[in-house]
């Protein structure tokens, strides 16, 4: 599979939208900071976690796929992409899921997916259970999904890393990671009949109204891999008893709608001591989101 392949894919399974992102559409960009609180010493090493003060944070929160007019109470993961700015200029970004997990242990199994929704969509009865049935793994996201009803709104819910990072500098003991924001004012699910009977846009109005009573925040977490933790599939979890080290907080002060338009959420985007593994699924994302951010930047 290659990058292109999903943008092409996207646009045939969300229609074309000149100008809008080919995935994560719809969504809301916000203004904040990022406060490290790394206590370990080792953590302290690396450029993200080398101070205490606030450093400038962009942070867009969206619905995954490529329609800007789905609607927020659908069963579908919530994204956020966060890009922190150092002191010393260097960026660092993050851009995760509300689900745990990613429908496929590589781009091929993915991409298979979106071409059997697709398949279905053109009239192949039964094309996505087939699938599913044989490819396993693009099947986890789907399972976990239909057991956790969407969040009631964009700072009340988990999101997730999904890929392993590598921590450590040059010459210190490297460790595989993931990282987690949990956010402070605790999970809030949807209920079945909120989802029945909420307007297809109450999330961005929803945030801005929180945002009056001051900032939302998430404390950003990482969980360390142990002896036999699958570091490379992004559709398996880590058993969930895995420790989590607290890194810092992340405050969402307020809606700017125009301060994402040229940013490029891309996570191969690190700061130094933080790197990414080889998870295939991770590697492919630059380019799918550099062809994405070129058309969107020139109205295509
Ligand atoms: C093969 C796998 C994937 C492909 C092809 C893909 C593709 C894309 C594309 C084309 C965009 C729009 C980029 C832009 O115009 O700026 C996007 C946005 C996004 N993706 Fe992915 N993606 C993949 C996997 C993932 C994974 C694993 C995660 C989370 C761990 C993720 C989270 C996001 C988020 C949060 C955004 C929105 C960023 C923003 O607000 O601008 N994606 N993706």
Same mark, same amino acid.
């Given at each position: 599979a290659q990058?292109?392949?999903f943008i092409q894919v996207f646009e045939a399974l969300s229609g074309q939208h000149p100008g809008e992102r080919k995935g994560h559409a719809k969504g809301v960009c916000t203004i904040g900071s990022f406060r490290p609180s790394a206590g370990e010493p080792w953590l302290k090493e690396l450029s993200l976690f080398a101070t205490e003060q606030?450093?400038?944070a962009q942070v867009r929160f969206s619905m995954a796929g490529g329609d800007p007019f789905v609607?927020?109470?659908s069963r579908s993961?919530?994204?956020i992409g966060v890009r922190i700015e150092l002191p010393d200029g260097q960026v660092h970004q993050l851009a995760g899921l509300s689900t745990?997990?990613?429908?496929?242990?590589?781009?091929?199994?993915?991409l298979g997916l979106l071409r059997a929704s697709l398949a279905q969509r053109e009239g192949e009865t039964g094309a996505v259970?087939?699938? =599913?049935? @044989? %490819?396993?793994?693009?099947?986890?996201?789907?399972?976990? =999904?239909? @057991? %956790?009803n969407p969040p009631a709104s964009y700072t009340s819910v988990n999101y997730f890393g999904i890929h392993s990072f590598i921590f450590g500098n040059q010459g210190q003991q490297k460790r595989f990671g993931r990282w987690e924001l949990w956010p402070v004012d605790g999970e809030q699910p949807l209920t079945d009949a909120e989802m029945a009977q909420l307007p297809d846009d109450f999330l961005q109005e929803r945030l801005m109204q929180r945002l009056k009573t001051g900032p939302a925040?998430?404390?950003?977490?990482?969980i360390l891999a142990e002896e036999g933790d699958p570091l490379l599939d992004p559709s398996l979890q880590w058993p969930d008893n895995r420790p989590r080290v607290t890194l810092g907080r992340l405050s969402i002060d307020s809606v700017v709608a125009s301060a994402c338009d040229r940013l490029n959420f891309d996570p191969n985007v690190l700061s130094k001591g933080i790197a990414a593994s080889d998870d295939p699924v991770l590697r492919l994302r630059s380019a799918a989101?550099?062809?994405?951010?070129?058309?969107?930047?020139?109205?295509r």
């Open positions: 990058a292109n392949d606030a450093l400038p609607a927020d109470t993961p919530r994204g745990p997990v990613f429908p496929g242990k590589d781009p091929d199994s993915f259970a087939r699938y =599913l049935q @044989q %490819h396993p793994d693009a099947a986890r996201q789907g399972q976990w =999904l239909k @057991q %956790h925040q998430f404390e950003l977490k990482l989101y550099a062809i994405s951010f070129g058309k969107r930047l020139s109205g």
